[in-house]
């Protein structure tokens, strides 16, 4: 072979007397991938002399038929700038094939990659060639002790998941003598993220920034079985996963579940130069990285939640504050919103709910130079109403709504033009959380956070945060509405309403108790007493579904159209009829549910009717209470219908109860044990010779402690 020329090794000279002396064999080659600098320790190991291997191609010449493929690899991407280390077989004098140490090292002129430094050990010198002695293994177990010593270090000492995932893809995979390296993480139960990855081009990269734990890849199956996915080579992985098949090159594969107790975390992927086979004890090794990897990520993780569920405490008591100490809900919500960024967010919208659309009241953003972004894209691309999409979405159907990781994807298909697609792409929308500001059934707005710049993923526990923060901001909301737009007017047409007081009728006893809602005085619980010929009595409790001044409305047409009613004929069933004849006429929209009654003392009898309404309780002057329940009870303004009418004894001493759903219904509890309740406080009310003072507590002792809706009680007696 000719000798190449000396001075295309000029570069090496300052360092040629060090390289000379060192008792490794050492052997540079250019940018082409052809020898130009062997010393002795590469001579002797090797069986050719300097001229020999100079100008020679390094893989085919120094490698054995096995590993040449895999050392072209690692040459192309030392010749890129990467460092690799790693156990490769090369061909030794007299032709034999001899596993080695190798670590390659870029040589670059300050400007680009000139050439590569290769040191060859060979660590099984003394041993037969198959390198499978004890002695070898021995001497194998301990660098791979050494690696793993090291790398736990790094491990323990990281301090965040992205810590983590540097020292996978630097130490992790050196250690390894992999490549290339990568850490995906569960972000849900049906997808993993990419957090990290060397080796690999940006295009690589993104392809797998996200993917399906279903997938067919090494990855996705070692999630799914928790169990290690080794792949040997191109014709294993063409046909394990054939849409991963492709490229010339021969590349192992070694994919790691990160388990905790047996729950994934994610996975490590770890690719090989050339067939790589991963025996036993390497295989323990790998799979020990992996297992304290996933212990630090675990730590890591718990560390992490204990602070952010701290700091979201925290946040949400300063939130509370501020939200309860001022009427001026829309300043307030401001604050909170800007608050939110960039701790929970990158930015953070509320938009409020104005006649079907959504009104921004605050947008704020952790880089204010993205605040013109956001402009320009409301005001060219607004959000559609009839779209039923995102805020609108959420606004509709009062659900929140989470995307944990937004896709280009996703983006893509949302986008109107091209030119919607660029701007958004701009916003690095990277995941997005909404939450309706909801009171009860009511949606007043939505509240929306999104995470970009920072790469945070939003998750279930962030969704609890935001639909409790958006909760308090949406009574907040309710609150100051209420107050600023309803009080006055629902309290003046309610006292105009509402008799101030029962009428005295001798030979009855009777007693009422009226408690508003703890958030407004006006609601749509109606009651009264009217006198009638014959010693008699009519009595009614009703409910306007709704509240404010419409509902209030509809009770003052309520209480007056049944009065008037009354008048003409006080019968149970004819008075029913009649209001379902006002309901047609008038047109009314809102329901109505009414319990009414005619004692009467020459008869004797309680006549009652019901509409939908909580059934009444008849008080015998012992403890014994009947409910009073008819079999047809159809709502006033759900159509028209027939309703029975129960004839009952009503003897001196006995009493009947008529109130309103506001007394037996709490969140969360059926209402038969609210009737128990009210029954066993009950008891002893007719016996009472204060009878508004009983009822007072009664109804005390028995109503929803959130004074979460109106109550209205009405007792009447017969006396002796």
């Known amino acids: 072979m000719a000798p190449v020329p000396v001075a295309s090794t000029s570069a090496w000279l300052p360092s040629r007397r060090l390289l000379d002396g060192l008792s490794v064999a050492a052997v540079a080659v250019d940018a082409a991938?052809?020898?130009?600098?062997?010393?002795?320790?590469?001579?002797?190991?090797?069986?050719?002399?300097?001229?020999?291997?100079?100008?020679?191609?390094?893989?085919?010449?120094?490698?054995?038929?096995?590993?040449?493929?895999?050392?072209?690899?690692?040459?192309?991407?030392?010749?890129?700038?990467?460092?690799?280390?790693?156990?490769?077989?090369?061909?030794?004098a007299g032709g034999r094939a001899r596993e080695m140490s190798t670590s390659w090292s870029p040589v670059n002129d300050g400007l680009r990659t000139t050439g590569v430094l290769l040191l060859a050990e060979d660590t099984h010198a003394g041993e037969p060639d198959e390198g499978t002695s004890p002695t070898a293994y021995a001497r194998l177990l301990t660098r791979r002790l050494n690696r793993l010593a090291a790398v736990t270090a790094d491990l323990l000492a990281a301090t965040s998941v992205e810590g983590v995932a540097r020292v996978v893809t630097?130490?992790?995979?050196?250690?390894?003598?992999?490549?290339?390296?990568?850490?995906?993480?569960?972000?849900?139960?049906?997808?993993?993220?990419?957090?990290?990855?060397?080796?690999?081009?940006?295009?690589?990269?993104?392809?797998?920034?996200?993917?399906?734990?279903?997938?067919?890849?090494?990855?996705?199956?070692a999630v799914r079985t928790g169990k290690p996915v080794i792949v040997e080579g191109r014709a294993e992985m063409t046909a394990r996963f054939p849409d991963l098949a492709g490229g010339s090159s021969e590349v192992s594969t070694a994919c790691l579940p990160l388990l905790v107790a047996g729950r994934p975390l994610g996975a490590v992927t770890l690719a090989f130069p050339g067939r790589r086979r991963v025996d036993g004890p390497e295989l323990l090794f790998l799979r020990l990285l992996a297992d304290i990897c996933a212990h630090a990520i675990d730590r890591i993780r718990a560390q992490e939640e204990a602070a952010d569920r701290e700091a979201k405490l925290a946040f949400l008591a300063d939130a509370s504050a501020r939200l309860a100490s001022d009427l001026d809900y829309e300043s307030t919500l401001v604050a909170v919103a800007e608050a939110a960024v960039p701790w929970f967010?990158?930015?953070?919208?509320i938009a409020l709910e104005d006649d079907g659309r959504l009104r921004n009241l605050s947008v704020a953003h952790a880089q204010p130079d993205s605040a013109p972004l956001v402009a320009e894209l409301e005001e060219k691309y607004p959000a559609d109403p009839e779209s039923g999409q995102g805020g609108y979405q959420v606004l509709r159907t009062g659900q929140s709504l989470l995307v944990p990781e937004v896709t280009d994807e996703m983006l893509v298909l949302a986008a109107r033009d091209e030119a919607h697609l660029r701007l958004v792409r701009k916003l690095n929308l990277r995941s997005v959380l909404s939450c309706p500001l909801k009171?009860?059934?009511?949606?007043?707005?939505?509240?929306?956070?999104?995470?970009?710049?920072?790469g945070r993923r939003f998750s279930a526990d962030d969704l609890a945060f935001g639909e409790d923060l958006a909760h308090r901001a949406a009574v907040a909301i309710d609150?100051?509405?209420?107050?600023?737009?309803?009080?006055?007017?629902?309290?003046?047409?309610?006292?105009?309403?509402?008799?101030?007081?029962?009428?005295?009728?001798?030979?009855?006893?009777?007693?009422?108790a009226y408690l508003p809602a703890g958030r407004t005085d006006a609601g749509g619980d109606f009651y009264d007493v009217v006198p009638l010929a014959g010693d008699r009595l009519a009595l009614f409790v009703g409910d306007v579904m709704g509240r404010g001044v419409q509902a209030a409305s509809v009770m003052a047409q309520m209480r007056s159209a049944i009065r008037t009613l009354v008048a003409?004929?006080?019968?149970?069933?004819?008075?029913?009829?009649?209001?379902?004849?006002?309901?047609?006429?008038?047109?009314?929209?809102?329901?109505?549910?009414?319990?009414?009654?005619?004692?009467?003392?020459?008869?004797?009898?309680?006549?009652?009717?019901?509409?939908?309404?909580?059934?009444?309780l008849l008080?015998?002057?012992?403890?014994?209470v009947a409910i009073v329940r008819a079999d047809e009870t159809m709502l006033l303004g759900a159509g028209r219908g027939t309703r029975g009418v129960v004839t009952l004894p009503y003897a001196p001493g006995d009493a009947v109860l008529l109130y309103t759903d506001g007394l037996i219904e709490r969140r969360g509890e059926d209402t038969d044990t609210g009737m128990d309740r009210l029954i066993a406080a009950a008891r002893g009310l007719g016996r009472s010779e204060d009878l508004t003072a009983a009822l007072a507590a009664v109804v005390e002792e028995v109503r929803d402690p959130t004074r979460d809706d109106d109550v209205a009680a009405l007792v009447v007696r017969r006396e002796a």
């Open 479 to 512: 609150n100051a509405q209420l107050h600023s737009q309803v009080r006055d007017v629902a309290l003046q047409l309610q006292r105009a309403v509402l008799p101030e007081r029962l009428p005295e009728t001798p030979g009855w006893g009777t007693a009422v």
């Open 568 to 616: 003409i004929d006080p019968d149970p069933a004819t008075v029913m009829s009649r209001l379902d004849d006002v309901f047609e006429r008038l047109d009314l929209e809102h329901l109505v549910t009414l319990a009414y009654a005619v004692a009467d003392r020459g008869r004797g009898t309680l006549d009652v009717i019901n509409a939908g309404h909580p059934a009444p």
């Open 170 to 221: 630097d130490h992790m995979t050196d250690a390894a003598g992999a490549t290339v390296g990568s850490i995906s993480l569960l972000v849900d139960d049906d997808t993993l993220a990419l957090i990290g990855v060397r080796g690999v081009t940006d295009a690589v990269a993104s392809r797998w920034s996200t993917f399906p734990v279903t997938d067919s890849n090494p990855a996705s199956e």
């Open 619 to 624: 008080l015998r002057p012992g403890s014994e």
């Open 439 to 454: 009171v009860h059934d009511r949606v007043l707005g939505v509240v929306t956070w999104v995470a970009g710049e920072s």
């Open 33 to 92: 991938g052809t020898v130009i600098y062997c010393n002795d320790a590469s001579v002797s190991l090797f069986g050719s002399s300097e001229s020999e291997l100079r100008g020679a191609p390094l893989a085919t010449t120094l490698f054995a038929d096995t590993d040449r493929d895999a050392a072209q690899q690692v040459l192309t991407r030392a010749l890129t700038g990467a460092a690799w280390n790693g156990d490769l077989r090369l061909t030794v």
């Open 345 to 349: 967010a990158d930015w953070c919208a």
